[in-house]
Structure formats: C-alpha cells, structure tokens
C-alpha cells in the first residue's frame, strides 16, 4: 500500500511537471529570446516623403509613396522599384537605411531582405533625401510598430545614425502640409532657409514660419533615435559605455613618440647644418622658417606627451618631414635630378617590401584588436602611396620645392606605416578570427560601404554645385570622391581591408563636407554628437576585451584638437572617424558571431497612437493566470490518471 501511496504521487508530479512546463516555451512574438523560432517574417510598411521637383518656374514640392516590406529569412539584399525618374541613385541610401534600422533594432542585417517601391507623380530631385524616412520605415517593419500618420520627414540617413542635411527645405514642408501632415521632421542646422519671395531670395526661419503660415509643426532632429520618438513613439536611454584607455594603446603610443622624437630632434641638427650649403638668401629664409616651425612641433610634443602621447608622436612626425625637407633641398641642389629619382625608387621599392610583408597577415588567424592595427598600417601606406605620386606631380610641373616636401612626407608616412606593423601581433587578445571567413564578411561590409560612398560623394557635389560652396567643403567632396576611387580600385584588386578603410573615409569626407555647409553654431552641435558617439562606439568594443588602437587615436586627436586647439573642423573629422572605425569593428564582430553586439538601449514603447499585435516585449519571469490554469490542468490530468491506473487495479 505504501508503495502504491508512492507511485501515486510520482505520476502526479511527472505529469504536473511536464503540463507546466508548457509554460516556458518561448512564443512566435517573444523578443527576449531574439526570434529563434520565428521562421519566416514578412512586414509592410508604407511612409510618404516629401521630395522636389523640377518644373518650368522653379522647384515645386512633391509627395512620394515609399512602399517597404521586410522578409525574413534573406540574405541582405535590398531591391528598389521606382516608377518615377530620380536623379541620384537610392539603391546605396536605401542600402544604408536597411543597415541603420537592423542596428537599431538589434537584428542581423544578413537575416532579412527588403523590398522598397518608390512613386511619385513626378520626377523627383534628390534621392538619398528620403534616406532618414526609409530607416524609420524599415525599423517600423523591423519591430512592427505603427508609424505616426501626422508626421513626416526629409533627411539623408549617414552609417552612424545621424541624418545629414538636404536642400529644398522649403518646398518639402509645403508639400508635407498641403498633404495634410502635421509635423515635418528636418535635419538640425536646417530651419534657417534661403527662400525666393517677390523675385529677390530671403532668409527665412522655416519653424515659425510654417506654424505660422500652415500650422504645420517643424522641428529638428540630429539623428534616427530623435526621430524614431517623434514618428515611432519610441525614447531611448542610451547607455554611456565608461572605458578608461588599454593601457596596451598608452605604452605603444609613447613608444611611437620617444622613436620620433629621437629621430626629428637629430634631423632639426643635421637640417641646421644643411642650411649653411644655401646660398640663396630667399630660400634659405624660407627654409630657417619651415626649420623653426619644426622645433616649435617638438617643443609642443615635448609638452603634451605626459598627456597626449600619440598627438606627441603625431606632430613629431611633422617635424621630422619637415626637417628631412630642409636636408632634401639640399641633397637636390647637389645633385639635381638623379636625386629625386633615386630617392624616389628607395621609398617606392620598401613601400613594395613593406605591402608584401603586411599582405601576408590577411591570410593569418588575427584578433579584432590586430585588425585594427593592421588596417591602421595599411592606409598609411596609401598615404605613403598618394604622397610620392603627389611629388611627381609636382615634379613634372616643375615645382621642385613642393615636390620635396611631398616626399620627405612619403619617407616619414612610411616609417610610421612600419611602427604600426611592428604591433599587429602583439596586442593583447583573447579572440581570433579565421582568417578565410573574416576576408568574406569584410568583403561583404565593403560593398556596403563602397554602395553608401558612391552616393553619399555625388549628393555632395549635386548640393555644392546649388549651393556654390567652395573652400574646406569643396575640399572635403575632393577628399572623398578619392578615397572613393581609391576603394574601388582596391577593392577590384582583392584588397578588401583596404578598400574598406578607404570607403568609409570617403563617407566621412562627404558628410564632413555636408556638415560645413550649416552655421557655425550647427557645426558645433555635430561636433558634440560626434563626440559622444565616438566615446560610447569605442567604449562598446573596449568593454568586451577589444583593443581598438586606430579609434582611439582618431578619438584622442580630436580631443586634444578640439580642446586645446578649438579647431572644430579637425574635431569633427576625427571624432567621425573614431565612431565609424568602431563601427566597422563591431560589424565585423557581429557578422563573425552571427550576434548583433547589444548595445544596452533600453527601448521604451511612449507613442500616443496604437501599437500594433506581436509588438516585441520582454516576457518576465513570474507566475500568471495561464500558468496558475496550466498547472491546475496537469494536476487534474495526473489525478485522473492515478485514479484509472488504481481502479483497474483493484478491478
């Protein structure tokens, strides 16, 4: 009897058990555990952009139909149909768009395809104008949240997350409230607008302008998390990753300083004695100048570099290609042409040495942190590369002068190339890449990115050409349609580290081009976000045990520039920089993994308008009435069949 008491409550528990555990598994909508069950997923999603169109009398504001729809599973294709003409290609914007809202919505770009149906009743002007709208859009479908319907918006969308400036502002928000929409989003820096009125062009503050005028609300926004709160409902509380700098990056940097210090401080002597072979008063007055622009270099390094270690060792760098100049005018007034020449074959032929030996590690197991590094050494190489060909420019043309400087940069830029692949295996870390498979996820990052250049440099040259903007930001749209070529002859030539690197410094050039031609207050606004995305994209990689070398001297000059020097400009540069090396690290990390890395937002749903069914949320770890009925049903259940298996028993 007492056995059977036993057996009894045995079958009881086991078939309580097994009903309750029912209650664990995970759902079709259950977010927390990232979709592993959701086997196909298919979202439509609609948005209207207001666009511009040129017609007999001016431009004219335009509604466009975007039609997006997002399938899982894919493969990280993005398709466009457009039945209108549109003079910039969308193809690469949408592309970035589709990036942008996966890192967003923390989902793995590589899992899903997207569709996009562009229309509009006439041609339209300017397409990566609706890039901002298209990632609202994406995400929306992405995350299955309802978009505002009185709200709209104009903006590009840039790899980072920031929405970049666009012309035709004015007509865009009549267009927008002729529609019937209450609220236009515009990039920031944008509500004071060139408008033509009464046949002569004013200035005019499009916010209150169109509140007064139409009723239609205009704000701006700097980037797709302030717009994802106005059109999606949805805050972020972004999380500031705190990192303090590997102490690894601080030894090698004041390494690289006592190495050029050394080095330029020997050179200021020997440039001193060269001197004294000019006979030219004027040159040699030009030279005494460039000679004592040098030692104020190492003076200033000497200075900060208790501080600032790698600025130290980057304005010891100056020096000493400006004192191999002095001694190079020289050597050339000696012996003239044969100088050159032969000077230019040594450089070109370690350049040779050098590639061919940093080649060699794409083909070796290396960490994320060695990567880094050696994407550091490999455009200094190319910068080494650009200076030499820029001497012979200068050559041919007969400026001897400048095509001296050119290459006493090119000897220095390769010496610096040498000292950042002396580290490449050095740096301490736990995780290495397969090599094979690392080549094929940066090869398909850097089409991405080549993709986004390719667009992002002829909308800047589509807005200077309109706009007539010429010295730092025309200087920064060459800078970019360069390295743009550059990535793409690179990238022909299977080198794909590089062909990256290039790509996403083009894109950085093209936005920094964009940014100047916003106020100076604006530009300062870009700067400050620029700044802390930098600090939180390098404090998500140094908080998983990545040493990311390259970032954190871009981050470090612009610190010390921005600080010290208030040069926004070369602030802004290198604190994109910063972010958009991170970011390519961690794309790198998470497609290796196949993990999108967490970046600690807490998303919160505050939108007034409805939610729709299966919005993802965190289920949580507690008792509800479904559990309590469940489990009350496997002791029922249990019960029963204890009191069949006793009757017949007894039967």
């Known amino acids: 009897m007492r056995l ?87 193809q690469a914007s949408a592309r970035t768009a589709a990036f942008v809202a996966c890192t967003f919505a923390k989902k793995n770009f590589y899992e899903y395809d997207f569709y996009v149906k562009i229309s509009a009743e006439a041609p339209i002007v300017g397409g990566p104008s609706a890039g901002a709208l298209m990632t609202i859009g994406m995400i929306a479908a992405l995350m299955n949240i309802t978009l505002n319907p009185e709200a709209t918006m104009t903006g590009m969308i840039n790899p980072d997350g920031t929405i970049g400036p666009v012309g035709g502002i004015f007509e865009k928000a009549e267009a927008a409230y002729k529609a019937g929409f209450k609220l236009f989003l515009i990039p920031y820096g944008q509500d004071i607008i060139a408008h033509l009125e009464g046949g002569r062009i004013e200035y005019i503050n499009i916010t209150s302008y169109a509140l007064k005028k139409w009723g239609l609300r205009v704000i701006e926004v700097s980037d797709i998390y302030d717009a994802a709160h106005y059109l999606l409902g949805i805050v972020i509380k972004r999380t500031t990753f705190e990192w303090r700098k590997p102490m ?32 030219d008063y004027y ?38 290609y400006l004192t191999q100049y002095v001694i190079y005018v020289k050597e050339y007034a000696m012996s003239g042409k044969d100088f050159f020449f032969k000077t230019v074959d040594e450089i070109n032929s370690t350049l040779q040495n050098i590639s061919n030996d940093i080649a060699k590690y794409e083909h070796k197991a290396l960490s994320l942190s060695s990567i880094e590094i050696l994407v550091g050494a490999k455009m200094r190489l190319r910068y080494t590369s ?59 990052i850097t089409q991405e990115y080549i993709y986004e250049a390719r667009t992002v440099v002829v909308y800047v040259r589509e807005v200077i050409s309109e706009v007539g903007m010429l010295g730092a930001a025309n200087q920064e749209a060459e800078e970019a ?62 908080n ?33 920089m910063a972010s958009a090396q ?51 049903a496997g002791f029922a259940l249990g019960s029963m069949t204890v009191a069949l298996i006793v009757w017949s028993k007894r039967s």
């Open 4 to 90: 059977e008491a036993t057996y009894i409550l045995l079958c009881v528990f086991v078939l309580t058990i097994l009903c309750s555990s029912f209650t664990s598994l995970p759902s079709i909508g259950d977010a927390s555990r990232n979709e592993p069950v959701l086997l196909k997923y298919e979202r439509k999603v609609t948005v209207y952009a207001p666009a511009v169109t040129r017609t007999p009398y001016g431009y004219k504001g335009v509604m466009t139909k975007i039609e997006i729809e997002v399938i899982k599973p894919g493969s990280g294709d993005v398709f466009i149909s457009t039945n209108t003409f549109m003079e910039i290609d969308m």
């Open 386 to 444: 650009d200076a030499i060909n820029t001497a012979l420019q200068y050559y041919q043309l007969g400026d001897i002068l400048t095509s001296l400087m050119w290459l006493a940069h090119a000897k220095w830029r390769l010496r610096t190339a040498i000292d950042w692949a002396n580290y490449i295996t050095s740096v301490p870390s736990a995780v290495q890449f397969n090599s094979t498979e690392m080549l094929r996820i940066v090869k398909s």
């Open 481 to 542: 349609s360069s390295m743009l070529s550059y990535a793409e002859s690179d990238f022909n030539d299977g080198d794909y580290l590089l062909a990256l690197a290039e790509a996403n410094e083009a894109i950085v050039h093209a936005t920094i081009a964009l940014n100047l031609v916003s106020s100076s207050e604006t530009l300062r606004k870009y700067v400050d976000l620029a700044r802390i995305i930098a600090y939180s994209s390098i404090g998500q990689l140094v």
């Open 248 to 279: 690894f990056i601080i030894n090698v940097a004041r390494a690289l300083f006592n190495n050029l210090y050394v080095n330029a401080s020997k050179l200021v002597d020997d440039a001193r004695k060269a001197l004294t072979s000019i006979k």
């Open 544 to 576: 998983r045990g990545v040493v990311p070398m390259l970032s954190i001297c871009y981050y470090d000059f612009a610190e010390y520039y921005l600080m010290k020097k208030n040069d926004i400009i070369t602030a802004l540069f290198n604190y994109k």
């Open 283 to 320: 040159l040699r007055r030009q030279l005494e100048k460039t000679l004592n622009e040098a030692k104020s270099l190492i003076n200033e390094a000497k200075s900060i570099n208790a501080s600032w270690p790698y600025v130290a060792a980057s304005l010891c760098f100056q020096a000493a």
């Open 582 to 632: 991170s970011k390519i690290l961690s794309l790198i990390w998470s497609l290796y993994n196949g993990t999108i890395i967490s970046t600690n937002e807490q998303i919160t749903q505050v939108s007034p308008h409805e939610v729709q069914p299966n919005v993802n949320t965190s289920r949580e770890n507690k008792l509800t009435y479904t559990d309590l009925l469940i489990f009350l």
